[in-house]
């Protein structure tokens, strides 16, 4: 029995937890209204590992103004993307194949085993941003958020400056986290210190206290959780299943002091189910105003209503959020 969500409850989308792995992958479809038509929106062909490209390329197909041309990477995937437009009701799934070997040849990583969706989309953009047409660096650099990082010795306070890049930002959960991404947000830090320093401007041993502060938010916001966890007793790699909720419209202006606008939208979700080498990827995408529930070849449209109400057995992974 599925509970109508509270008006307040809807504004949000919340993951759940503990539910069984290995029958997950099509009870999130099972889950969702069955009327509902398929309007403007094409599958994408699952053959054994590749839900993990396809819940990208269903994020970078509603990605606005994310356009591109050439190299090879980019090349497959403007074929696919355009193969994904041609989406009159009844088009059997798009093949993203070309695209995967292009991928291979690009980075030399196998999809013979699972590749995660959070590097197979920094696979695409350094793939783009790479590409010798600057309309691909400027479709990769939608997601670039620049930071400045300062590090100060302790005891002089020499400081020294460097600026970076980055094209998401991970989000971690559990350990007395925030559970709510707007709290995260707002009390977002990249704070460290790093203790035997040897200082080459006042000769001691000390410590160094590092500082990163956000000097440029993106078009694109990207999110990654944090799910991979190191298992104490037994080493391997285990899936973090703490639940995140998630706004629709989150608020940016305490990351970073800028004059740009720091309100976002939220429009795709990644969901990550199964154990952390063998997952499954599937997608949740805002086109034209409506939602969507992309798995494989499988499109259905979901009224915006938080995953709790669906009973959604997997957890959120990825999350794409557009300036508004
Ligand atoms: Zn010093």
Not at 280 to 291: G, N, R
């Amino acid at each position: 029995m599925q509970r109508r969500p509270t008006k307040e409850q809807s504004r949000h989308w919340t993951n759940c937890l503990g539910v069984c792995h290995f029958t997950a992958q099509r009870t999130i479809e099972h889950c969702l209204p069955r009327a509902h038509r398929i309007i403007n929106m094409r599958g994408l062909i699952n053959v054994g590992t590749h839900c993990a490209v396809n819940s990208v390329l269903q994020c970078l197909y509603v990605t606005d103004d994310f356009r591109i041309t050439y190299s090879t990477v980019a090349s497959e995937l403007t074929s696919v993307l355009r193969d994904m437009d041609r989406n009159t009701p009844g088009m059997p799934p798009c093949d993203p194949n070309p695209l995967v070997d292009a991928l291979i040849r690009y980075s030399g990583m196998t999809y013979e085993v699972q590749q995660d969706a959070d590097t197979v989309f920094k696979c695409v953009l350094n793939a783009l941003a790479d590409d010798g047409d600057p309309r691909c660096k400027q479709a990769s650099g939608l997601w670039t958020i620049r930071k400045q990082q300062s590090a100060k010795c302790s005891t002089c306070n020499a400081e020294c400056v460097s600026h970076h890049a980055a094209n998401n930002v991970i989000v971690y959960i559990g350990n007395n986290e925030p559970n709510k991404l707007q709290d995260y947000m707002d009390d977002y830090s990249e704070t460290f210190r790093v203790s035997d320093y040897h200082c080459g401007t006042c000769q001691e041993e000390t410590e160094l206290n590092v500082t990163t502060d956000i000097t440029e938010l993106p078009a694109v916001l990207c999110f990654t959780v944090a799910r991979g966890q190191r298992c104490v007793q037994r080493g391997e790699l285990m899936v973090n299943t703490g639940a995140i909720d998630v706004p629709e419209e989150l608020d940016c202006s305490r990351m970073c002091a800028t004059s740009q606008p720091t309100k976002y939208e939220l429009y795709g979700m990644i969901t990550h189910t199964g154990p952390y080498e063998f997952s499954h990827y599937a997608a949740f995408v805002k086109k034209m105003s409506k939602w969507y529930f992309v798995d494989g070849d499988v499109v259905k449209q979901c009224p915006v209503l938080p995953l709790s109400y669906y009973n959604v057995p997997a957890h959120l992974y990825m999350l794409m959020y557009r300036r508004i």
